[in-house]
């Protein structure tokens, strides 16, 4: 390997970019052109970078920000680091994905991929770990006993053909550039940076080669964006370089100002995303399921309405058709078929046999009246007293009318007419 920002010396020194020139640039706020962000994304993939010098970057970037063609020129070198995913013919307007951007229990596309997958879509999704204080979908997953987030594509394929849909890392065919930033995001505090957020998220999505995407936004307190105002520029960035990049691409708002279901963490997130796929599970998360699923299934014309494609989803996971394809799908990558159907078909009790059940459990009780209001799961150790103190802390009584939790989704945004690519005569 050549040194850490070396490039090709048969390249004229005139003709080539520099970092520490591509770092000023973008620390002064100037606009960056294609071959700068075409030579930063190829150097983080080859190793060619100092951590300090991506650092610095993605710092600058945060700072100043990027212009629409920057965002769209950064996606598009990101989501081609890698290979792009290629699919049979017959799968044309099929693949369809969709992509959270994060909060406190949202475990939507464990119940949502095998949906759409019973109802003739397929999902490649390539799925994220935990970033900052939210979870991944990877982490819930892998808390099941010998499922594989790590295919090639090859077998990606294979599993789309048996199953439907899968959930899988990213790899170094796929997506390496993001692979390396979006660690490297998680510890600069540059998470909340839309230009980056935004060729993170479509990067991935553009490698998948999908027909459709739809984007769940989310906003509120337990949000990586939590005002509408900061969630609707990062959802207008995202639907436009979407659309443009050929996917088509829809953003729907939904709260995260409190957790999303009655349960945290992941073995728990994995149990209630099970009992969605039997059909029950809590209302806001049976919500956003059908309503992203139906989203999707409007979007790549799997339905003449997004009411109907909710209603669709909503009796794939009624008739056990989703819950067979998320069984189809534990097999595929690498679950036992007998623990998948201990899984998939047995009671909470055989379900926490599979996962492992804590071996501590607190429950911690409201003051008024001597109820529990919270259960603490945890592996070895009893909670401590600082967090029994911060945690009831948090259990505010007051004397009014009983809460009644609302519709978890706000409001849907559009792709603009003028950012939809025009088809070209046959």
Request: aromatic share 4%; net charge neutral; with cysteine.
């Given at each position: 390997m050549?040194?850490?920002?070396?490039?090709?010396?048969?390249?004229?020194?005139?003709?080539?970019?520099?970092?520490?020139?591509?770092?000023?640039?973008?620390?002064?706020?100037?606009k960056l052109?294609e071959e700068?962000?075409?030579?930063?994304?190829?150097?983080?993939?080859?190793?060619?970078?100092?951590?300090?010098?991506?650092?610095?970057?993605l710092?600058?970037?945060?700072?100043?920000?990027?212009?629409?063609e920057?965002?769209?020129?950064?996606?598009?070198?990101?989501?081609?680091?890698?290979?792009?995913?290629?699919?049979?013919?017959?799968?044309?307007?099929?693949?369809?994905?969709?992509?959270?951007?994060?909060?406190?229990?949202?475990?939507?596309?464990?119940?949502?991929?095998p949906?759409?997958?019973?109802?003739?879509?397929?999902?490649?999704?390539?799925?994220?770990?935990g970033?900052?204080?939210?979870?991944?979908?990877?982490d819930?997953?892998?808390?099941?006993?010998?499922?594989?987030?790590?295919?090639?594509?090859e077998?990606?394929?294979?599993?789309l053909q048996?199953?439907?849909?899968?959930?899988?890392?990213q790899?170094?065919?796929?997506?390496?550039?993001?692979?390396?930033?979006?660690?490297?995001?998680?510890?600069?505090?540059?998470?909340?940076?839309?230009?980056?957020?935004?060729?993170?998220?479509?990067?991935?999505k553009?490698?998948?080669?999908?027909?459709a995407?739809?984007?769940?936004?989310?906003?509120?307190?337990?949000?990586?964006?939590?005002?509408?105002?900061?969630?609707q520029?990062?959802?207008?960035?995202?639907?436009?370089?979407?659309t443009?990049?050929?996917?088509?691409?829809?953003?729907?708002?939904?709260?995260?100002?409190s957790?999303?279901?009655?349960?945290?963490?992941?073995?728990?997130?994995?149990?209630?995303?099970?009992?969605?796929?039997?059909?029950?599970?809590p209302?806001?998360?049976?919500?956003?399921?059908?309503?992203?699923?139906?989203?999707?299934?409007?979007?790549?014309?799997?339905?003449?309405?997004?009411?109907?494609?909710?209603?669709?989803?909503?009796?794939?996971?009624?008739?056990?058709?989703?819950l067979?394809?998320?069984?189809?799908?534990?097999q595929?990558?690498?679950?036992?078929a007998?623990?998948?159907?201990?899984?998939?078909?047995?009671?909470?009790?055989?379900?926490?046999?599979?996962?492992?059940?804590?071996r501590?459990?607190?429950?911690?009780?409201?003051?008024?009246?001597?109820m529990?209001?919270?259960?603490?799961?945890?592996?070895?150790l009893?909670?401590?007293?600082?967090?029994r103190?911060t945690?009831?802390?948090?259990?505010?009584?007051?004397?009014?009318?009983?809460?009644?939790?609302?519709?978890?989704?706000?409001?849907?945004?559009?792709?603009?007419?003028?950012?939809?690519?025009?088809k070209?005569?046959?």
């Amino acid at each position: 390997m050549q040194p850490y920002g070396a490039m090709d010396p048969n390249v004229s020194s005139s003709s080539r970019p520099s970092m520490l020139d591509i770092i000023q640039k973008k620390r002064d706020g100037k606009k960056l052109q294609e071959e700068e962000i075409g030579y930063f994304v190829k150097a983080v993939t080859q190793g060619e970078l100092r951590d300090a010098q991506i650092g610095a970057m993605l710092m600058a970037t945060w700072l100043k920000g990027m212009e629409p063609e920057e965002t769209l020129a950064l996606t598009r070198e990101m989501a081609t680091s890698g290979r792009v995913l290629k699919w049979p013919e017959k799968w044309r307007g099929l693949l369809v994905d969709k992509h959270s951007t994060g909060g406190v229990g949202d475990k939507v596309s464990l119940p949502l991929a095998p949906a759409l997958a019973a109802c003739g879509c397929k999902v490649p999704m390539i799925s994220g770990r935990g970033l900052g204080h939210t979870g991944g979908t990877l982490d819930k997953l892998e808390s099941i006993p010998g499922f594989r987030v790590s295919q090639s594509p090859e077998q990606m394929k294979k599993i789309l053909q048996k199953a439907g849909c899968c959930i899988v890392e990213q790899s170094q065919e796929l997506v390496p550039a993001d692979k390396i930033l979006y660690a490297l995001r998680d510890v600069t505090a540059t998470v909340d940076s839309v230009p980056l957020a935004t060729g993170s998220i479509l990067s991935k999505k553009v490698a998948e080669n999908l027909s459709a995407l739809v984007l769940d936004v989310k906003i509120g307190n337990g949000a990586v964006f939590p005002t509408l105002e900061s969630a609707q520029q990062l959802a207008e960035s995202l639907v436009s370089v979407g659309t443009q990049l050929g996917i088509n691409t829809v953003a729907i708002f939904s709260k995260m100002d409190s957790p999303l279901g009655r349960r945290v963490g992941n073995s728990l997130e994995v149990l209630e995303s099970l009992e969605c796929l039997d059909g029950g599970g809590p209302t806001d998360l049976r919500e956003l399921v059908t309503t992203l699923g139906g989203t999707l299934l409007w979007q790549c014309g799997r339905a003449p309405s997004v009411s109907q494609g909710s209603a669709r989803i909503a009796k794939a996971l009624d008739d056990g058709s989703a819950l067979g394809a998320f069984r189809a799908m534990l097999q595929a990558q690498g679950v036992d078929a007998n623990t998948a159907k201990a899984l998939c078909h047995g009671t909470e009790e055989q379900r926490l046999q599979v996962l492992g059940s804590p071996r501590v459990q607190t429950a911690l009780v409201a003051h008024c009246d001597g109820m529990p209001w919270i259960w603490i799961h945890c592996v070895s150790l009893e909670l401590s007293d600082a967090n029994r103190s911060t945690l009831q802390s948090a259990l505010i009584i007051k004397d009014t009318e009983p809460f009644v939790p609302g519709p978890k989704v706000v409001k849907t945004l559009l792709p603009k007419v003028s950012e939809v690519p025009r088809k070209t005569g046959t």
